[in-house]
């Protein structure tokens, strides 16, 4: 049974850093593609970063990218997501997610985490 289970979230002042880890069981981690996801309240869950097997990323242009870093390290499971320069905008709850395929929409991933909740105050 794949799980996915997120840490790192908390409550940080705008202009702040945090650091999102994921870490994998029952998946043939190095070989699968992981992602982070966002939902805020009211609104659809929306891609953040992903990141494939070899290293590859991908980020959301329009709101993330330059700001935050995905990694991973394919000894230890684990993916992680480094955010800084916080905004009161990026307030949500944060996913982990696997795949197979690099996609920024959610349909094509196939195990979840719970998620962590990220809130940002101004």
């Known amino acids: 049974q794949v799980q996915l289970v997120e840490s790192g979230g908390g409550l940080v002042q705008a202009g702040g850093s945090l650091r999102l880890s994921c870490a994998v069981f029952?998946?043939?981690?190095?070989?699968?593609?992981m992602a982070w996801f966002r939902q805020a309240p009211g609104k659809e869950r929306e891609f953040v970063a992903a990141i494939g097997r070899s290293g590859v990323t991908k980020y959301s242009e329009d709101t993330v990218k330059g700001r935050f870093t995905i990694s991973r390290d394919n000894a230890q499971n684990t993916v992680s997501l480094q955010m800084s320069s916080l905004r009161p905008e990026d307030t949500a709850i944060y996913y982990c997610a696997a795949g197979s395929v690099m996609r920024t929409t959610p349909e094509v991933y196939e195990s979840w985490g719970r998620g962590t909740q990220v809130t940002v105050s101004s």
């Open positions: 029952g998946r043939t981690f190095s070989r699968t593609v």
